[in-house]
């Protein structure tokens, strides 16, 4: 079954019209000077039959006819990125504009459009963790919960950045093949509650599995806005005010083979980042083969220059009658 890569006809029907037109514009003017020469239509009518064969064939090839389908082998390759996102209530410092949580979900948007052979994952944090989004190849969906971030996903508590890395470890159980590589992009401001972290990061180098932190907010810190007004207080009834804390951070990027990047009004970690990540090479997984549509581009492309070179090779010799 004859099918078309590219089946734009509207745009093919305007460009046959318009060379259609130029090519009567042409033959009016020729047939002004073969009177003006004395000479007949038919003498040089002939030519006109090879260039709209090859007009045709050169807006065929364009089109990208396809005619059966082949066997292809095509190898899978890639990483798992699993972003790991603090939604704790100290994201909504406004120390970053406009607040800590929009500007990282503005930047880890960009990071997925960057990223679109690899399976992504997400994972809320503050008290505990939670798995927002499973490893997956759509984009789009990824996209979607990364919108939907919002500091009242998980219940307040203190924060712990153990909870998501122990949640993460548990998905890079054995699995059957090449294991994959696996990148985490952990995004939060440093405050940490928790346990100690040397056990999970001694786990994590294991596995193989790499962290890269980005530390959001500022070393001046900033008030929390409640969203009634005012700010949040502590049980002691004093404003809090949070601030950027990059030690431990800085760990957990050291000792997995990571690297700790800053995202503040005034600098954007997340380029650096995106380089870094690009040059992680993915593990092969399988080679498997695919049908894909044979394109035959080929042959009304080859009759239509055949035709043209027949056109300049053939002169047009006048005899007058």
């Known amino acids: 079954m004859l099918t078309w890569a590219y089946p734009d006809f509207v745009a093919a029907g305007l460009v046959l019209a318009l060379a259609l037109l130029l090519l009567g514009r042409h033959w009016r003017r020729a047939g002004r000077a073969g009177r003006a020469l004395g000479t007949r239509a038919r003498h040089r009518g002939w030519k006109l039959a090879p260039r709209l064969l090859a007009g045709l064939g050169l807006l065929a090839a364009a089109l990208g006819p396809s005619l059966g389908v082949s066997q292809r082998p095509v190898r899978t390759a890639g990483k798992d990125v699993w972003l790991l996102v603090d939604v704790s209530r100290s994201m909504d410092a406004p120390d970053v504009a406009p607040t800590r949580l929009l500007r990282a979900q503005a930047e880890l948007e960009e990071l997925v459009a960057q990223f679109p052979a690899d399976r992504l994952g997400v ?97 001046k810190g900033s008030k929390i806005p409640q969203p009634g007004g005012g700010y949040l207080r502590d049980g002691k009834g004093q404003v809090v005010e949070s601030r950027l804390r990059e030690a431990p951070l800085l760990q957990l990027a050291a000792q997995t083979g990571g690297q700790y990047v800053e995202l503040s009004n005034q600098q954007n970690g997340f380029e650096p980042l995106l380089r870094l990540l690009r040059n992680m090479p993915g593990v092969a997984e399988q080679v498997r083969t695919v049908a894909v549509a044979d394109n035959r581009y080929r042959y009304p492309l080859a009759a239509a220059l055949l035709l043209l070179a027949l056109d ?3 002169t047009l010799t006048i005899i007058k009658p």
């Open 312 to 314: 300049v090779v053939l």
């Open 123 to 219: 994972v809320v944090f503050g008290a505990e963790a939670v798995v927002q989004c499973p490893l997956t190849y759509d984009q789009a969906a990824v996209q979607v919960f990364i919108r939907t971030l919002r500091t009242s996903l998980l219940p307040a508590g203190p924060t712990t950045l153990r909870e998501p890395l122990e949640l993460v470890l548990k998905r890079l159980g054995p699995t059957a093949g090449t294991p994959r590589a696996t990148a985490l992009v952990l995004v939060s401001d440093g405050e940490d509650f928790g346990e100690n972290l040397e056990p999970v990061l001694r786990e994590m180098a294991r596995a193989g599995a790499r962290v890269y932190t980005v530390g959001v907010g500022t070393a």
